[in-house]
């Protein structure tokens, strides 16, 4: 059974920085590109950032460039998403999601909530 | 970036009802489309990928239909189970990834 299970999530102030974790059971993690996506508060989906099988090849939204990193252990079957410069905006439930290979979203974490307030 | 708009925003309806959801592009995404129902407090669950093709475990009463830049998701004989918020998704021009705002289908 595929398993998903996110963690690190958190309230934490605008500047901060918070490391959010993702770990994976029951497939192949070392061959899956891996995603986060990211919910508001009462809002809809925005993808957050990507990752290749190897790690190689990184991608993220233009809201969080430059202030985020996804990176990946594959020998712990552990994926991360670095958050730093934490703003208000960056608030809300993250989900780790894995792609088919028609590149859907088939398999999400239950989300880990963060908060960025003062 | 690729726009995603769902219409309607919301909808009302009742058990044993047919269903249609549409979702369009602002550019063809040829049948790069993805639909996911999500229930309030949990992840979303995907049911169509590829615009057409159902994932597995996923009800037949659920389809989906469409190419280029209109596409809808059609529940046929809506059971209780099936009032949810739903998304479209396009995986054609990535990144990134762009959702529509989401459909909210309500017990009538």
């Known amino acids: 059974e595929v398993q998903l299970v996110e963690s690190g999530g958190g309230l934490d102030q605008p500047g901060g920085s918070l490391r959010l974790s993702c770990a994976a059971s029951?497939?192949?993690?070392?061959?899956?590109?891996m995603h986060w996506v990211r919910q508001g508060p009462g809002k809809g989906l925005i993808w957050v950032s990507r990752?290749?099988?190897?790690?190689?090849?990184?991608n993220y939204a233009d809201s969080v460039k430059g202030r985020f990193t996804i990176s990946r252990d594959n020998a712990e079957n552990t994926l991360y998403l670095q958050m730093n410069s934490l703003r208000a905006e960056d608030t809300g439930v993250y989900y780790c999601?894995?792609?088919?290979?028609?590149?859907?979203?088939?398999?999400w974490g239950q989300g880990t909530m963060v908060t960025v307030s003062s | 970036d690729i726009q995603m708009t769902q219409s309607p925003s919301s909808l009302s309806a009742s058990v044993g009802d047919r269903v249609t959801i549409t979702c369009r592009a602002s550019?063809?995404?040829?049948?790069?489309l993805n639909w996911y129902q999500q229930k309030p407090g949990k992840a979303p669950k995907l049911l169509i990928y590829?615009?057409?093709s159902l994932q597995g475990g996923v009800p037949s009463r659920f389809s989906g239909s469409g190419s280029g830049t209109d596409f809808t998701l059609t529940i046929n004989s809506l059971q209780p189970e099936d009032f949810a918020t739903y998304y479209c998704?396009?995986?054609?021009?990535?990144?990134?990834?762009?959702f529509g705002q989401g459909t909210k289908l309500e017990i009538k």
């Open positions: 990752i290749n099988s190897d790690g190689g090849i990184t």
């Open positions: 590829a615009a057409s």
């Open positions: 029951g497939f192949t993690f070392s061959n899956s590109w």
């Open positions: 999601v894995r792609v088919n290979a028609a590149d859907a979203f088939d398999f």
């Open positions: 998704q396009q995986s054609y021009t990535t990144p990134p990834y762009t």
């Open positions: 550019q063809s995404i040829r049948t790069y």
